[in-house]
């Protein structure tokens, strides 16, 4: 009997690797050629650390980070300067001719962000990464954060009833899949990570149930897109459609690429485990759309735990046609602009989440088509429906928790502030409560969804032990860290408290030693403390003062013993900064450890929250229960339109 050898799986991932290296290589390698060609163009250091970085990121507009500014030069700041209406100055440029500048202050980010990305832009953010102080010539400088329409964590760019999707679009280029399309799409704030597979001409369609912000797309490919969604040779992506296209690389949808990225990220061997090893083009798609985030976020994207199979078959797949006649999502009333009012999710969403109320527009989105699952949608609301009592429990309960969702996905991805672990311990709070509601509920569907709430005592336990009841926005504010949390923070703001004490016991024993009634103890950042003196009084100095500065009415002087308490002080608040921001940065990843259960709990929340409005709309306006059967029978007696009603 002949032998049969099989293939090493081990040989397969070093070649597949080796492949993914040698790549990586060759892109890195032309883009640095690029950069360096670029940054010729400058004739100062600062101009050509400029063109070297933004030619990393040829597709971005770059904000360049110059002291509390941000900059932008060339033609990128003829583009800020009109979009934000700001003036148009010029830089020098060393022996090159001027380059036109605009700028704005760095705490204006969040202001101008939003104006630039909805003008179809995306914005490279560079900041700088080393202390002025340290550095012997031009700071260095590095890009933190590329922001997109469906890659980004800000507040003010995304809509908090509304999922932000980036979408990945791969196509089969030969074999039994020619016909075929891959789709993959990914919400960065919540961590939802779904891949499918459909025919190129039920491409557009599956677009339309997804939804996204944005679609990554192999740059030879564009045509195929457009053929899909029936667009014109040429014809811009933009003008047509509700997402914006990114063409990338065709490396990045190089399969082999595309698996080994999944497989570093989920840390496996296989995708087998995820139940998609199958869908070759759609991992495509889905390792594309991984790439592409870790490329534009830079940071952890430990909140993509899972990658899941989208099942077309589970959902009625709704054109844009039919969502538009529909209004479920947008009204077509006259002057109603594109707004949701009057549209059917503004009139069943009586959530009390963001989370809740982005899955109550997905349901919208994308009806199910199987009996079971609609049972058990209805039998939930149907529950909460009867007791009024307990919707309203569940409801007051929900208030409290916010959008733990997006909450989760901070926090993992070290985004999230001190207000933001003191809002988690909030939500955790408030789950035992909603358990005890549903313990004792006869609907299976409710009672199964308590049985799964995992309250994380120990999680919201530590947090309140770290954290103040109300801490600083941000981290280096300071006084987040509870006192009795950590000894070495406690004896720090000690010895800092000591000494301000003693400063302020200084100028009454000071102003009666000298006899000078007016005497003051002052600080400023340029000269610390010092010790105030008019000039009316200056006969009366004694001679241990040191004169620092001259004022129009006054001396101001230090003597030893100040500048030596000072140290201490200043030494003191330091090191406390600098250990309440280690302190903090340690709880964070305590708290991001438990991603998993954040994540559980919020979907389960979103749900509720989901079934309570559904079934609070339901009492007010009188709806009933529909009977829905395997047959195709449609039997509607004295039907209402609730878009029309409203």
Request: aromatic share 6%; with cysteine.
């Amino acid at each position: 009997m002949p032998e049969t050898t099989q293939a090493d799986p081990d040989a397969a991932v070093k070649e597949r690797k080796a492949a993914v290296e040698k790549k990586k290589a060759e892109h890195e390698k032309k883009q640095q050629a690029a950069a360096e060609k670029a940054a010729r163009k400058g004739s100062t250091p600062l101009m050509r650390q400029y063109y070297r970085l933004a030619a990393r990121h040829p597709q971005a507009l770059l904000l360049f980070r110059m002291g509390d500014f941000y900059e932008t030069f060339d033609e990128n700041a003829e583009k800020v300067s009109r979009i934000l209406g700001i003036t148009l100055t010029t830089r020098n440029n060393g022996s090159a001719e001027e380059v036109p500048m605009a700028g704005f202050p760095h705490h204006a980010l969040e202001k101008h962000l939003p104006k630039l990305i909805q003008a179809g832009l995306r914005v490279a953010v560079c900041e700088q990464v080393q202390d002025p102080d340290e550095a012997s010539g031009v700071v260095d400088r590095d890009v933190v954060e590329v922001v997109t329409p469906g890659a980004n964590f800000h507040e003010e760019l995304l809509d908090p009833k509304r999922s932000n999707y980036l979408a990945a679009v791969s196509f089969e280029t030969a074999g039994r899949k020619e016909d075929r399309a891959g789709l993959a799409y990914v919400d960065a704030t919540t961590g939802e990570f779904y891949v499918a597979e459909c025919r190129e001409r039920d491409l557009e369609g599956l677009l339309e149930t997804v939804a996204p912000s944005e679609v990554l797309l192999d740059k030879r490919r564009a045509d195929r897109l457009r053929e899909a969604l029936g667009l014109p040779e040429g014809e811009p992506f933009d003008e047509q459609r509700a997402f914006s296209v990114s063409e990338q690389e065709d490396w990045v949808f190089d399969y082999d690429f595309a698996y080994e990225t999944l497989l570093r990220h989920f840390e496996v061997h296989s995708m087998k485990g995820f139940g998609v090893d199958d869908l070759d083009v759609g991992l495509r798609a889905a390792g594309a759309a991984l790439h592409y985030l870790g490329e534009t976020q830079q940071g952890s994207l430990d909140h993509l735990r899972r990658l899941r199979r989208h099942r077309r078959e589970d959902f009625m797949a709704l054109d844009a046609e039919t969502k538009r006649n529909l209004e479920l999502v947008h009204t077509m009333q006259p002057g109603a602009g594109s707004g949701a009012e009057g549209s059917l999710v503004d009139i069943l969403d009586e959530t009390r989440t963001p989370m809740g109320g982005r899955r109550l527009r997905r349901w919208l989105l994308r009806p199910l088509q199987k009996l079971g699952q609609i049972e058990k949608r209805q039998n939930a609301v149907e529950a909460l429906v009867r007791s009024r009592r307990l919707r309203e429990n569940v409801q007051t309960e929900l208030k409290q928790v916010g959008d733990l969702e997006r909450l989760a996905g901070k926090v993992a991805t070290g985004r999230a502030g001190p207000r933001d672990l003191v809002a988690v311990k909030k939500a955790l709070g408030r789950l035992p409560g909603v358990a005890a509601l549903l313990d004792d509920e006869s609907c299976d569907t409710l009672r199964e969804l308590s049985e799964n709430l995992t309250p994380c005592a120990e999680t919201s336990d530590l947090i309140g032990r770290a954290l103040v009841d109300e801490p600083p926005n941000k981290i280096g504010e300071g006084g987040l860290i509870r006192e009795g949390y950590d000894d070495e923070l406690d004896d720090l703001r000690e010895t800092a408290k000591g000494g301000k004490q003693w400063v302020a016991q200084l100028e009454e024993k000071e102003s009666e030693r000298t006899g000078i009634p007016s005497l003051k103890v002052g600080f400023n950042k340029v000269f610390g403390y010092y010790l105030e003196v008019t000039h009316t009084h200056s006969e009366n100095v004694p001679e241990d003062y040191i004169r620092k500065q001259t004022l129009k009415n006054s001396e101001r002087y230090i003597t030893p013993a100040l500048k030596e308490k000072e140290e201490k002080i200043l030494t003191a608040e330091e090191k406390a900064q600098r250990l309440e921001q280690e302190l903090f940065t340690e709880l964070r990843n305590q708290v991001a450890a438990q991603t998993a259960d954040l994540q559980l709990n919020a979907s389960l929340l979103a749900m509720l929250d989901g079934f309570a409005s559904l079934a609070e709309v339901a009492e007010r306006e009188g709806y009933t229960r529909p009977n829905v059967t395997e047959q195709r029978t449609l039997d509607i007696e004295g039907g209402r339109h609730p878009v029309v009603e409203a």
